[in-house]
């Protein structure tokens, strides 16, 4: 009867695991597309991913602690949270280390960058401001994107430059599903269908976003720093979101958004990959 009640301490759902399940997808699509263009797996591998995930899911149980002593979270959280953190810290060391045996110790540069953005993150949530913070998630996902060159620099065992470029590109594309991403949920708000020239207006940074990136991955493959038809990716992209800047999404519920443009998200990482 104690073990139960002791998993049940511990085992909390909320605190274990991201609530914001789009935000998968901001780490999941660099880092298959860092494996994939990095063409081979090594032992160092499943030491990456699986380090990138715990450094991933630790943002959790970390956020909850800071969230209990702001008072936001109920104290019996509080051995859930220890656990979790602990948990995930021990697997990402687990594997820091390993990396770092395989000859990858270089790698521990991409984690500097995300130090500051994490902390940055703990103060909004300690202030209770940490929801629709564009600014802060824009930062956040290019720290995701980092993904890419880690594990395309593991495939090819050194720091090639190329890595840099699919971290860019990665990126850049995280980046215009955001702003897309708040688009949509603006629209959603909207009482009825507003004339164009509004459409266009309030559609404008989204919509140039995912030109620029259109534009900007075309350019990279007709002076061969990639394949050419790479650039079909993010078109898919800006196919969407002139679609979704025309037809506003007017009561639709935020479920719906999120997973037509998770949906969006995949299809580009499987292009990306495809066409690489």
């Avoid at 081979?40 to 450094?55: D, F, N, R």
Wanted: hydrophobic share 55%.
């Amino acid at each position: 009867m104690e073990d139960t009640k002791s998993s049940r301490t511990v085992f909390i759902k909320h605190v274990a695991l991201p609530q914001d399940h789009g935000s998968w997808v901001f780490l999941l699509s660099p880092l298959l597309i860092g494996l994939f263009a990095g063409g081979s797996w090594t032992s160092a591998t499943p030491l990456l991913v699986i380090g990138c995930l715990a450094a991933f899911l630790v943002r959790q149980p970390i956020s909850t602690l800071v969230k209990i002593q702001s008072g936001r979270r109920q104290r019996r959280e509080l051995p859930a949270a220890w656990f979790w953190t602990l948990i995930y810290g021990i697997i990402g060391l687990f594997c820091l280390v390993g990396l770092i045996g395989f000859g990858f110790s270089f790698l521990l540069w991409l984690a500097l960058p995300g130090i500051p953005v994490f902390m940055w993150h703990l103060y909004l949530v300690s202030q209770r401001a940490e929801r629709r913070q564009m600014g802060v998630e824009l930062v956040a996902t290019g720290v995701l994107s980092l993904a890419a060159p880690a594990a395309f620099w593991v495939g090819v065992g050194s720091p090639d430059p190329t890595g840099w470029w699919l971290f860019l590109l990665t990126w850049l594309q995280s980046a215009a599903s955001i702003v897309y991403t708040y688009l949509r949920l603006d629209q959603r708000n909207w009482k009825q269908l507003p004339e164009l020239s509004y459409r266009m207006k309030n559609g404008w940074r989204a919509w140039s976003y995912a030109a620029f990136n259109l534009a900007f991955s075309a350019v990279l493959g007709i002076i061969g720093l990639f394949s050419g038809t790479a650039f079909l990716a993010f078109a898919l992209q800006w196919f969407e979101t002139s679609w979704g800047v025309l037809r506003p999404a007017i009561g639709w519920k935020p479920t719906k958004i999120g997973i037509r443009q998770l949906s969006i998200s995949s299809l580009f990482t499987l292009l990306f990959i495809l066409t690489w």
